[in-house]
């Protein structure tokens, strides 16, 4: 854990705030959303709430594992390519087959992968193994039934004997009534959702997913796809992190730019408070004339209660950032910085733990991993800042624990070029105000 950058308690006007600091006072506000019971599409990525109990053993009933034939171990003990033994064929058994033949001495049934076993059979022979009732030698499959519907009956011939049980996919093999199928807090996967579909849950309890409103500020924004008049520039932040947000795990509802006037900004907002779990607004936080953010959100709480509090970081980019909990809802707002980059990487630090920690999920920041600079001059980094450098990172080669880490652009907080060829940010600590090429550092990967 890093030294705080102030010690004394905190206030907006004055203090500095650490990475850190900001984010731990954003999260220790936060719970996670309440459960909810969701169709099982819409549960993929979120925390399982509760532990799930198979109802239903899987398989339900011993089933073949191959197209072929079911027949008695015993009536085929003795078959070879040379001396085939002939059973007689008394029906067909298809996956989701309800009512059985029973199969006695002399008799096989042919069957389909899947289908239930039938009485008196005792293994199954596939395909492969016999004749498929033509006569000849061994086939290399079934003729389909629409054209051979007499391939049902008739005769067969085997050339291989078979073991008792084999190619049978027992009832219970694969999970029995009762087992836990899932526990509690595992992050449900489309692995994790096929099990819950086999055993028969057409709904599952989780945490959902947050919806994020994302909104940009800034009378300059023209949606991309529109012309550019004079001294306009295309809304890229609410793309970014919008798609940013949908890959953190939210649901995401990108609001077009709004103009810089506080009341259509605070309107917006408070429209939109209705589907937010979290609301993400970029522009307006620094000093400048028409920052309106700050002027529409200081005082959107819920009954004058609340309201977003603005803040300067010991960070670059990222330095001014807003946090708050506005409505009857106390529904968490981050407006970011306007820059790009500047609001990407306050997306990464602050936003992306935010979603997680509503969803229950572990862990709530990225993990940093170290790698070596290659670059040809020293980085640096203004002192007393944590600096986010954009960066290309290779993992370690095998047997390494340290990767590469190669800088993109430089420190600039509108390149966006540059960022769109990152895949990591090169953390540089606040104490730091060069690094040399061969060191090593922390990254954060984009992944
Ligand atoms: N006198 C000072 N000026 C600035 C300071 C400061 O401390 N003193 N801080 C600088 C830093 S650091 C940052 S970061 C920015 C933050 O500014 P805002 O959050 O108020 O953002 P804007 O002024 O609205 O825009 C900044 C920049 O980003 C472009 N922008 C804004 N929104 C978008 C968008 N949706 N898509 C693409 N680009 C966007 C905007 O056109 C500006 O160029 O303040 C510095 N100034
Ligand atoms: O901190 Mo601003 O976020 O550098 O560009």
């Not at 650490?18 to 979120?46: F, K, M, N, T, W």
């Not at 049902?152 to 199928?181: C, I, K, M, W």
């Not at 992306?352 to 020293?378: C, F, N, S, Y």
């Amino acid at each position: 854990m890093e030294k705080p950058v102030a010690t004394e308690e905190k206030s907006a006007e004055r203090a500095v705030w650490s990475v850190d600091e900001h984010l731990d006072d954003i999260l220790r506000q936060l719970r996670p959303l309440e459960p909810l019971e969701l169709q099982l599409l819409e549960a993929q990525g979120c925390v399982l709430v509760e532990d799930v109990k198979v109802p239903v053993s899987l398989p339900p009933f011993d089933n073949s594992s191959m197209d072929g034939y079911a027949v008695r171990v015993a009536d085929v003990e003795s078959a070879g390519a040379e001396y085939p033994i002939v059973l007689t064929v008394i029906g067909d058994v298809a996956a989701g087959s309800g009512e059985l033949p029973t199969v006695g001495p002399g008799q096989a049934a042919r069957i389909m992968t899947g289908a239930p076993l039938p009485p008196g059979a005792d293994a199954v022979v596939p395909v492969e193994w016999t004749d498929g009732g033509l006569g000849e030698g061994p086939v290399e499959g079934m003729t389909a039934a629409s054209a051979a519907p007499e391939g049902a009956t008739g005769e067969v011939a085997v050339h291989r004997p078979a073991e008792e049980g084999q190619y049978v996919r027992r009832r219970g093999s694969d999970v029995t009534a009762g087992d836990l199928a899932l526990e509690a807090g595992t992050v449900l996967g489309p692995a994790q959702i096929s099990l819950l579909a086999a055993i028969g849950l057409g709904t599952v309890t989780v945490r959902p997913r947050p919806r994020v409103v994302v909104l940009s500020t800034g009378s300059e924004l023209v949606p991309p796809g529109e012309p550019l008049g004079p001294g306009q520039i295309h809304d890229s932040n609410s793309y970014a992190l919008t798609t940013a947000a949908i890959a953190a795990g939210a649901i995401a509802y990108r609001v077009g730019a709004v103009a810089d006037d506080a009341e259509t900004l605070r309107a917006t907002i408070e429209d939109q408070l209705i589907r937010a779990d979290a609301v993400v607004t970029s522009g307006g936080v620094s000093v400048g004339a028409y920052d309106v953010v700050k002027e529409a959100l200081s005082d959107l709480g819920s009954d004058g209660a609340g309201g977003v509090e603005f803040r300067k970081l010991a960070m670059q980019p990222g330095k001014p950032q807003g946090f708050g909990r506005i409505g009857d809802d106390r529904t968490p707002l981050l407006a970011l910085p306007g820059n790009p980059v500047s609001a990407y990487v306050s997306f990464e630090l602050f936003v992306r733990p935010v979603i997680r920690t509503l969803m229950g999920l572990e862990p709530v920041r990225r993990e940093p991993r170290r790698a070596r600079i290659v670059a040809k001059e020293a980085l640096s980094s203004p002192d007393g800042k944590r600096q986010f450098l954009r960066g290309r990172y290779e993992p370690p080669a095998k047997g390494k624990t340290v990767g590469k880490v190669t800088p993109v652009g430089g420190a600039g907080s509108h390149l966006v070029a540059a960022l769109a060829q990152a895949n990591a940010l090169m953390v540089i600590p606040e104490g730091t105000t060069s690094v040399a090429p061969g060191a090593t550092l922390d990254v954060l990967v984009l992944d």
